[in-house]
């Protein structure tokens, strides 16, 4: 069964920083583009990062660069958010996306590119 489960959400100060992982089971990870989304409350979905499948080159969105670094280990098939700087404005569930793609660039940040999604993991920002 192809699955992809997400960890290390949590409440989080202000400032603060965070470390989200994805770990993938039930497919070859190696050739499976990926990506980081979130959904605030009343918000629409919306892609913050992602990395192609083997080279590891990424893309990030205006809102968040500078302050999310996405990596993945593909020999432990996880993907993973190192998020800096906390602020109120990135409360939200992040989930993390793939899709069977062999690139050398990133995939996209549209969740239509994506077609195998995590359960998301709640981050929350106190202020």
């Known amino acids: 069964e192809v699955q992809l489960q997400a960890s290390g959400g949590g409440l989080v100060q202000a400032g603060g920083s965070l470390r989200l992982s994805c770990a993938a089971s039930g497919f070859t990870f190696d050739d499976y583009s990926t990506a980081w989304f979130r959904q605030a409350p009343g918000k629409e979905r919306e892609g913050v990062s992602c990395?192609?499948?083997?080279?590891?080159?990424?893309h990030a969105a205006d809102s968040v660069k500078g302050r999310f670094t996405i990596s993945r280990i593909n020999d432990k098939k996880t993907l993973y958010l190192q998020i800096t700087s906390l602020n109120p404005e990135d409360k939200a569930a992040y989930y993390c996306?793939?899709?069977?793609?062999?690139?050398?660039?990133?995939?996209?940040?549209?969740?239509?590119?994506?077609?195998?999604w995590g359960q998301g993991t709640q981050v929350t920002v106190s202020s």
């Open positions: 996306a793939a899709k069977s793609v062999i690139l050398t660039a990133p995939l996209g940040t549209h969740q239509y590119e994506y077609d195998t």
């Open positions: 990395i192609s499948s083997r080279d590891g080159s990424t």
